[in-house]
C-alpha cells in the first residue's frame, strides 16, 4: 500500500477511515485471504483444491472430458466431478462425498476413462461413472445423499429444509415486509422475551439430604457463592434421561443416561460465584433461572459441523455499512451461492452409526456482520465465517469467536487472528459467532470475561445497539482440566451474555461463545441413545420434540432423519471407543 500522507481532513473524518478500511481489504495482495475485485465462485475460494482431468471419447471417437477436484486433500472428503460427454451442450457438475476419507483414496483412473478408482489399503476397487447414466439417476433421485459405487461415495442433491411455523413467517417478514426486522425485533421483545424461562422447583427433604458424588470421568462441579449451602432443585423441564433422579444439586454433574462420557448439570446463575475480576450484576430474573448445560468428553467423541441447506447465506448482511460494501460482489466472499456444491442440512448416512448427539448452530448471515463497535468497520463489517469438511464458504475473520475442528480432528475455541489461517494447519470444521464470551486468562489463569460482553451494539449480541434483551440463548464452552477436555453446550432459558459468562467462568471454562437464541429451534440439543439396535432420541428440554417428524409409528429426528435448513454441530463416537 502507498505510504503517502494524507490530506488532515481525511486522518480526523470516520467516514474517510472507514473508506479508506475498506479499500485496503479489497485491494489485491493487502488483506490475506481477500477476495480479488469482481465475482468469483466458491470454488474459488479453495485454495488447497487440486484437480485432475481424463479425456473421453465414445465408439463414434468424438470427445469429451472428466475432471475431478477434491476440494481440500487434506480432508478429502468432497469432490466435484465435471464431465464433459461428447452427447453433452454444456458440462454436468456433481458434488461427491467420500463416505470414509480418513480412509479410502478417491481419484480418476487414467487408463479407464469414466471410471474412478477407490483405494483402501491395498485394495483397490473401479467405478464406472460413464458412459451410462448413473450419476444422472442419482440426481433424479432427489435424496440428500445418494449412493454411488456399492454406497462408498455419495451424490449430494439439494434439496429443501424443514423450517417450523415461526422460522417461516419470521424469514418471510424479512425478505418481504417493509422493515421486516424491526416487526420481527418488536415480536421478540414483546412475545419471546421470557417465554422459555426455567424456574427451579425445590426438591424433596430427602432429595436434599442424599449425598452428591460426581460420576467418574465428570468435569469438576461449579463454584458456588455459598460452599457450604448447596441449592437443591427440581428440573422439571429437563428432557434428558438421567437414571431415576428427578433433582440436581445446583453445579454438580449428572451422568446421562445411555451414552457414556456425556455429563448433564443444571445452573442457577444466582447461586455460582463469580469471578475474581468482575462480580456480575444479574437481574432477578435471570440470576433465579435454570440453565442446562451439557459436557461431552472429547477423548471418546469427534465433533462435526454442518450448513443447513439454506442458513448462513453467503450474500451480504443487511447491517453492513454501504461504504463497506463492494457493489461488484455479490458477498464478501465474492459470490452468493453454493453451487455447485450442494448443501444438504443433514448428517451423511457413512456418520449416522457414530452421531450420539446434535446441536443448533449459530446466527443466519443476516445477523452474522456487525453494525455497531469496531468490527463494523473492519473486514466487510466482519461477517461470521464458517467451514465444512475443509471447504471455505465464508472466509474466517479476525476478532470473531470460532470453534474449529482440523484436519486430524483435534477441535479448539479462540478468537482468531489471520496468523491462524496458515498457523494452525489444515481445517475440517470451523463455526464463527460473534465476539467471545469468556477469553483465556493470562499465563494459564482463569478465564476472564470478554471485553464486549456488556457492549450490545459492539458485541452483536441483539438487534440493535440500544435492544437490551434478556432471552433463550445458548452457548458453547471448553473445559480443560489436566489432559482431558470437554465440549459443553449449554441452554440458558433466560439470561443475558453477562449472565451466560458469568455461568461458563464458575464451571472452569477456558473460553466460551454465544450460539443462538430465542427460540427452541435456535437451541435445540438431542441426544441419541442406543440399546442394540434401537436408537432413542432424548431432548434437553422437552418442548424441542416438536421440531422432530414422525412416519408412522416411527420418530423421525431433526438432522439426523430429514434436511433441515439451519445449521448444526454433531458429536459422533470416535472409532478407537466405540
Not at 222 to 230: C, E, I, K, Q, S
Not at 531 to 560: C, W, Y
Amino acid at each position: 500500500m502507498s505510504s503517502r500522507p494524507r490530506p488532515r481532513h481525511w486522518q480526523r473524518s470516520p467516514l474517510a477511515a472507514a473508506l479508506l478500511a475498506a479499500l485496503a481489504f479489497a485491494a489485491p495482495g493487502e488483506e490475506p485471504g481477500a477476495p480479488p475485485l469482481g465475482a468469483r465462485s466458491i470454488l474459488e475460494l479453495q485454495a488447497a483444491r487440486r484437480s485432475e482431468s481424463v479425456a473421453l471419447r465414445d465408439a463414434a471417437g468424438q470427445g469429451g472430458s472428466v475432471t475431478l477436484v477434491d476440494l481440500d486433500p487434506a480432508v478429502h472428503a468432497w469432490f466435484v466431478l465435471t464431465l464433459q460427454g461428447p452427447d453433452r451442450r454444456s458440462p454436468g457438475n456433481y458434488h461427491l462425498e467420500n463416505a470414509d476419507p480418513a480412509n479410502q483414496r478417491i481419484a480418476l483412473d487414467a487408463t479407464r476413462p469414466g471410471q474412478l478408482t477407490l483405494t483402501s489399503g491395498a485394495r483397490t476397487e473401479r467405478c464406472a461413472l460413464w458412459p451410462g447414466d448413473a450419476l444422472e439417476q442419482a440426481r433424479l433421485s432427489k435424496l440428500p445423499y445418494a449412493p454411488l459405487c456399492g454406497g462408498r461415495l455419495y451424490l449430494r442433491n439439494t434439496v429443501p429444509g424443514n423450517r417450523s411455523t415461526l422460522e417461516a413467517t419470521t424469514e418471510f417478514l424479512r425478505d418481504h415486509v417493509w422493515r421486516g426486522e424491526q416487526i420481527v425485533g418488536f415480536v421478540r421483545r414483546e412475545f419471546y422475551r421470557d417465554a422459555f424461562v426455567e424456574n427451579a422447583r425445590p426438591a424433596s427433604a430427602a432429595a436434599s439430604a442424599a449425598s452428591r458424588t460426581a460420576p467418574d470421568g465428570a468435569p469438576a462441579a461449579a463454584r458456588l457463592r455459598d460452599a457450604g449451602a448447596v441449592p437443591t432443585v427440581a428440573a422439571d423441564g429437563l428432557g434428558l434421561d438421567i437414571g431415576r433422579r428427578s433433582d440436581f444439586a445446583i453445579g454438580e454433574w449428572v451422568a446421562a443416561a445411555g451414552v457414556d462420557g456425556v455429563y448433564v448439570s443444571v445452573a442457577q446463575p444466582g447461586a455460582l460465584a463469580g469471578g475474581a475480576a468482575r462480580r456480575p450484576v444479574l437481574d432477578p430474573v435471570e440470576a433465579d433461572a435454570l440453565d442446562f448445560l451439557v459436557a461431552f468428553d472429547l477423548g471418546r467423541f469427534d465433533l462435526g459441523f454442518a450448513l443447513g441447506t439454506e442458513h448462513p447465506r453467503l450474500g451480504w448482511s443487511a447491517r453492513v455499512r454501504d461504504e463497506l460494501r463492494d457493489p461488484r460482489l455479490p458477498g464478501p466472499d465474492g459470490f452468493d451461492s453454493a453451487e455447485p456444491l450442494a448443501r444438504t442440512g443433514m448428517i451423511s448416512p457413512a456418520l449416522q452409526a457414530r452421531t450420539v448427539a446434535t446441536f443448533t448452530g449459530g446466527f443466519k448471515r443476516e445477523h452474522g456482520a456487525f453494525q455497531h463497535g469496531a468490527l463494523a468497520g473492519v473486514n466487510r463489517g466482519s461477517h461470521y465465517g464458517f467451514i465444512e469438511q475443509g471447504v471455505v464458504f465464508s472466509s474466517l475473520m479476525p476478532g470473531l469467536a470460532t470453534v474449529y475442528v482440523l484436519a486430524d480432528g483435534s477441535v479448539g475455541m479462540k478468537t482468531w487472528n489471520r496468523d491462524d489461517d496458515r498457523g494452525l494447519g489444515p481445517i475440517r470444521h470451523a463455526r464463527q459467532n460473534g465476539v467471545p464470551l469468556l477469553e483465556r486468562g493470562t499465563a494459564g489463569g482463569a478465564a476472564v470475561f470478554g471485553n464486549l460482553v456488556d457492549q450490545w451494539g459492539a458485541g452483536n449480541w441483539s438487534g440493535s445497539a440500544d435492544e437490551k434483551l434478556r432471552t433463550l440463548r445458548a452457548g458453547a464452552c471448553l473445559i480443560e482440566q489436566g489432559d482431558r477436555r470437554f465440549l459443553v453446550y449449554g441452554y440458558f432459558s433466560t439470561a443475558t451474555p453477562r449472565a451466560m459468562a458469568h455461568v461458563f467462568q464458575a464451571y472452569g471454562c477456558a473460553y466460551a461463545m454465544h450460539l443462538d437464541m430465542n427460540a427452541l429451534e435456535h437451541t435445540y440439543l438431542a441426544l441419541y441413545p442406543r440399546l442394540g439396535s434401537r436408537i432413542g432420541v432424548e431432548h434437553l428440554v422437552q418442548g424441542m420434540a416438536v421440531l422432530d417428524k414422525s412416519s408412522g409409528a416411527t420418530l423421525v429426528p431433526r438432522f439426523l432423519g430429514f434436511a433441515d435448513d439451519r445449521d448444526f454441530f454433531y458429536l459422533m463416537a470416535r472409532k478407537d471407543r466405540r
